[in-house]
């Protein structure tokens, strides 16, 4: 481990920021009761308010401003907040449906995507093994979809959804806090349009629940906020390929959590797509690591 203490922060943070990410399945399975969009609805609204609070104690109003000034920026925030907000409401929903194997498959999916939209996009080319990786994943897709006649349509969902919602953000001089608390407001509107004009339900009228249901439903301000806080104090110290192996946290505790304890059903199916996915991501950390290594001896 780094002898640097910004280093050894930094990994705290990470650590800190995918374990909480790992886990928060165990948040949404307390709210089976509550539909995936009301849940939504909340995390938005609550987010909010968690967000303007730090947003005011880090004294960052003045780079919200300026986001606000510029109708590109805005636009473009539009763009990431729809893929943000259905990237949270499908994640929600496949937790409280059985399908966090899915989740976690997404998860693991994210960052060779990633890599895919950096060569589409970014004009970034793709070195031999990331090749390699890249190709192995596929073919444990093609054999799932070619063998048991299904395509990881959550999944891909969900990894689709959020690399685009990354790649967007990259391209934006839009720090992550401001940029986030913007994208809760642009999608707050239509929270609170759903709460007012949805169907009652049994926990939609807070004033009817019970205190816990709404200690939950509130605290999904902070479930959305606080990792994101670690992982952004983490990317300011750490490279980014140091940063990239903790990713691998969140999607693990999920499958563990979604095997051990929730009884969800690791099939050959998905044994097949998994150890594919898992075998590309080795390589593709092997390889990050072994060029990163390459540039600093250089």
Not at 33 to 39: G, N, T
Not at 151 to 172: E, N, Q
Not at 263 to 289: K, N, P, Y
Request: with cysteine.
């Amino acid at each position: 481990m780094s002898s640097d203490p910004q280093a050894k922060k930094g990994m705290l943070f990470a650590a800190l920021a995918f374990m909480m990410w790992g886990v928060a399945p165990v948040y949404f399975k307390q709210l089976l009761q509550v539909p995936a969009l009301e849940i939504l609805a909340h995390r938005v609204i609550w987010s909010v308010l968690f967000l303007v609070v730090i947003v005011g104690i880090m004294h960052q109003w003045h780079k919200v401003r300026f986001v606000l000034s510029n109708p590109k920026y805005l636009a473009m925030l539009v763009l990431s907040a729809s893929l943000l907000g259905f990237n949270w409401g499908l994640f929600i929903w496949a937790v409280n449906n059985d399908h966090m194997l899915d989740a976690s498959l997404g998860y693991y999916i994210n960052p060779l995507l990633n890599v895919l939209l950096g060569v589409t996009f970014l004009s970034e080319r793709l070195r031999k093994w990331q090749m390699i990786a890249v190709a192995l994943a596929a073919s444990g897709v093609v054999i799932q979809v070619v063998s048991f006649g299904s395509f990881p349509t959550v999944a891909f969902a969900l990894a689709g959804s959020f690399a685009i919602y990354g790649l967007i953000r990259k391209k934006m001089p839009v720090e992550s806090l401001p940029g986030l608390l913007l994208e809760a407001l642009i999608l707050l509107p239509a929270a609170l349009l759903y709460w007012w004009l949805s169907t009652p339900t049994s926990s939609s009228n807070m004033m009817m629940n019970d205190i816990e249901l709404n200690v939950l439903l509130v605290s999904a301000g902070v479930v959305t906020t606080l990792p994101l806080l670690c992982f952004t104090a983490a990317a300011k110290r750490l490279q980014y390929s140091t940063l990239g192996f903790f990713q691998y946290i969140g999607p693990s505790l999920m499958f563990m959590l979604a095997v051990v304890f929730y009884g969800e059903i690791f099939d050959m199916e998905r044994v097949v797509t998994f150890v594919c996915i898992w075998s590309a991501l080795v390589i593709f950390s092997w390889d990050s690591w072994r060029f990163s290594r390459r540039q600093r001896n250089a």
